[in-house]
């Protein structure tokens, strides 16, 4: 990463994280940081996964919410991330916030949410999006964008201006973290990087070398 000429100003401002002995807690201040500093998506998170021969996977998706629980986003569950999920159990998580300088490293098992749970969110997406979540066959192939505009259009057709029910394989994924490691550039990348691990007593933390 580049640094500019007020790389000690900066620095001073972002404090020593290293104090901290509640993972939740700083995630969440980091967040809200990130939200005033990130011109583009401060919950884009890249979520990776493993498919059935053990080749992994990554792509970017939109954390939902967050609490002592776990990190939520909602797929389509036929998808090849949903498989692998389900598949698996397992999955990391990376955000990266270039304006700030920090990245959060998150790896833990994997659960779905509840239906309650899935059902409140998806009612609050835009109408256009729940009728996507019933036209597009996620990561299967497509014939042309004329048959996913086919499809769209009949599903429009179908739920008129009604309530549009939540699809049966379209839900949500918490990832129950078990390591979450924050990391914060430095100077001649001698970075700062802390590793919270639970265990059968809650949170541990470590210091690693950058």
């Known amino acids: 990463m580049s640094h500019s000429?007020?790389?000690?100003?900066?620095?001073?401002?972002?404090?020593?994280?290293?104090?901290?002995?509640?993972?939740?807690?700083?995630?969440?201040?980091w967040l809200e940081e990130a939200?005033?500093?990130?011109?583009?998506?401060?919950?884009?998170?890249?979520?990776?996964?493993?498919?059935?021969?053990?080749?992994?996977?990554?792509?970017?998706?939109l954390l939902k919410d967050f609490d002592k629980n776990g990190f939520v986003f909602y797929t389509n569950f036929?998808?090849?991330?949903?498989?692998e999920l389900?598949?698996?159990?397992?999955?990391?998580?990376?955000?990266?916030?270039?304006?700030?300088?920090?990245?959060?490293r998150i790896r833990g098992n994997v659960e779905t949410v509840s239906s309650q749970e899935a059902d409140i969110y998806y009612q609050s997406r835009a109408?256009?999006?729940?009728?996507?979540?019933?036209?597009?066959?996620?990561?299967?192939?497509?014939?042309g964008r004329l048959a996913l505009e086919k499809s769209v259009a009949e599903y429009t057709a179908k739920f008129g201006f009604?309530?549009?029910?939540?699809p049966e394989h379209w839900s949500g994924f918490r990832i129950v973290p078990m390591e979450i490691e924050f990391w914060h550039d430095r100077k001649f990348r001698l970075?700062?990087?802390?590793?919270?691990?639970?265990g059968?007593?809650?949170?541990?933390?470590s210091k690693l070398y950058p």
């Open 5 to 29: 000429n007020n790389d000690d100003q900066l620095e001073l401002n972002n404090g020593d994280f290293t104090n901290s002995d509640e993972p939740l807690e700083l995630f969440s201040a």
């Open 35 to 61: 939200k005033n500093a990130e011109l583009n998506d401060p919950t884009a998170m890249t979520l990776a996964s493993v498919d059935e021969t053990g080749m992994p996977n990554a792509r970017m998706v």
């Open 78 to 83: 036929e998808s090849n991330k949903g498989r």
């Open 86 to 104: 389900l598949e698996s159990g397992k999955a990391a998580l990376l955000f990266h916030w270039k304006s700030l300088r920090r990245q959060v």
């Open 127 to 143: 109408r256009g999006s729940r009728i996507g979540a019933w036209a597009s066959k996620q990561s299967r192939p497509l014939e």
């Open 162 to 166: 009604g309530k549009i029910p939540r």
């Open 191 to 198: 970075h700062d990087r802390l590793l919270f691990r639970f």
């Open 200 to 205: 059968e007593t809650g949170w541990a933390t």
